[in-house]
């Protein structure tokens, strides 16, 4: 039994950029599947399908991460699998290329969880991570605008007016990629993300933050996407986790999970699920998540509202 979904972060997503976010999810799954068929590693199906995602600059990850208040660019990545709970995460990382590998390093090299800010990069020169500008110049030109419009007053910041911002300006949150994957009931999801357009310098989201962003068990495994505040304090994706460890299905533990957000703290989120009998789930209360995935026999790409 082997199946992957990733996603390319929930939000709304201009129409000129749909066909370009379908193909990048189709294409990072597809790179995924690959491995799963060929040396069946999980662990390294998701990091690449998470890189695919990280190398294509229409994504808020990796090269193409949103811009920070002061025009730099920090990154959050993590991975976990189910089996044995080992997981790694990076956040506010700068100039690497795939902060996915760098958390990958964190698990698989460290007796840690979670590495931040200059001592991560610290570790990630040390693991031979060369130096990477992500930024891309469409991102300058977004940060450009917003920097205008922030000095004139026009911007209404901080952090407890982003959600009319972002109805203002929707194509600030293009969101979080993330995988999922299964191989023979060993589960593996992962997360990385620019974080949030115009955040505070030195902000942390949901996505490094074991739980929150990413997790997975021997029963199910969950990627998280949107507005981090809100993941964190529901702890979004363990929840899903706990729903399919009760023997929730996949599809209906994302729908739960997404209910609660609504409920609580109503903010704009998205989640992408497997369970131990290889479901696949996703859901989101965003007007639009680029989602790919493929089952043995089958691969699909959805984008919501379908069409």
């Known amino acids: 039994m082997k199946g992957i979904i990733v996603h390319g972060g929930s939000g709304k997503w201009p129409q000129e950029k749909w066909e370009a976010a379908k193909n990048g999810v ?4 597809r790179r995924g599947y690959e491995v799963l068929e060929k040396s069946g590693d999980p662990v390294e199906a998701c990091t690449k399908a998470v890189m695919a995602l990280e190398d294509n600059p229409i994504f808020n990850a990796g090269t193409g991460s949103v811009l920070t208040l002061d025009g730099r660019v920090e990154m959050d990545a993590s991975i976990m699998k189910g089996s044995t709970l080992e997981a790694g995460a990076v956040a506010g990382v700068e100039n690497i290329k ?15 969880v979670l590495l931040a800010g200059e001592g991560a990069m610290k570790f990630a020169r040390a693991m031979g991570f060369e130096f990477y500008d992500p930024v891309t110049e469409d991102r300058r030109k977004k940060w450009l605008e917003l920097k ?4 004139k ?12 911002l972002v109805k203002r300006h929707p194509e600030l949150l293009s969101g979080t990629v993330g995988c999922v994957v299964i191989r023979d009931g060993e589960i593996v999801a992962g997360t990385s993300t620019g974080g949030v357009f115009f955040k505070l310098f030195g902000r942390v989201g949901d996505t490094p933050l074991i739980g929150a962003g990413t997790y997975a068990t021997e029963f199910g495994g969950a990627s998280a996407t949107g507005i981090g505040e809100g993941i964190i304090r529901v702890v979004m994706s363990k929840s899903a986790c706990d729903f399919m460890r009760i023997g929730v299905s996949a599809p209906k533990a994302a729908e739960a999970v997404i209910d609660i957000v609504n409920s609580t703290v ?3 989120a998205g989640i992408i699920t497997i369970d131990h ?14 989602v790919s995935y493929i089952k043995e026999g089958m691969e699909r790409v ?3 509202p379908e069409e």
Not at 26 to 29: I, N, S, W, Y
């Open 26 to 29: 189709l294409h990072a799954a």
């Open 98 to 112: 795939n902060p996915i590998l760098l958390a990958r390093k964190v698990m698989e090299e460290t007796d840690h």
């Open 148 to 151: 205008k419009k922030f000095d």
């Open 153 to 164: 007053g026009e911007a209404k910041l901080p952090w407890h007016r982003m959600q009319e």
């Open 266 to 268: 109503k903010l704009d």
């Open 277 to 290: 009998t290889g479901n696949i789930g996703f859901a989101h209360n965003t007007p639009t998540m680029p």
């Open 302 to 304: 959805y984008i919501s």
